[in-house]
């Protein structure tokens, strides 16, 4: 059973990212999370100082006016991320935070919002592990969102999920 689970997965994830670019005319543009800070702006580096221990001010999302790329918007992009799970069940999820490193929302504090993208695919995605990295393609909005978790800079309609490979 198990098999069939992990084929099924591996066949949904290599579908979605086949579709992402069969539907596009235009190939995606693969971006970094650098590429979300606009030119001059200094970002403040919240994963250097994510503490577990302390007052709660450590676990303050900082910098909630940090500026996005406006340019961005409505284009096609690939940026690999950690996903903080916001809807779904066992199998798949539909809606996510895409962060720029692991534990970012859930054990250390969020990053600015222009470091954090609201992602929501059709469908949903299965995601076998929060510890592994993934890449998201779609289309990048620079609208915001604000949820319990983090304020957010960026939104995504994801047409693919697929591993974070070197």
């Known amino acids: ?57 450590n676990w303050v999302q900082p910098d909630l006016d940090a500026p996005v790329v406006k340019a961005l918007d409505g284009t096609s992009v690939s940026l690999p991320g950690f ?4 809807e779904g069940d066992s199998e798949v999820i539909t809606e996510f935070l895409l962060v720029p490193y692991f ?14 993208v609201h992602v929501t695919i059709k469908g949903g995605v299965p995601i076998d592990s929060l510890y592994d990295a993934i890449v998201v393609t779609g289309i990048i909005t620079t609208q915001t969102w604000s949820g319990e978790i983090a304020q957010v800079g960026y939104k995504m309609q994801a047409v693919g999920v697929a591993p974070f490979e070197l």
């Open 1 to 57: 059973m198990a098999f069939y689970k992990t084929t099924f997965q591996s066949i949904a994830w290599l579908s979605l990212v086949l579709a992402s670019f069969v539907s596009s005319a235009n190939p995606p543009k693969d971006i970094f999370w650098e590429d979300l800070i606009p030119k001059g702006h200094v970002q403040i580096d919240t994963q250097a100082q994510a503490n577990h221990e302390g007052s709660e001010q």
């Open 83 to 86: 996903v903080v799970p916001l």
């Open 103 to 116: 534990g970012a929302c859930i054990h250390v504090p969020p990053p600015p919002p222009n470091q954090i």
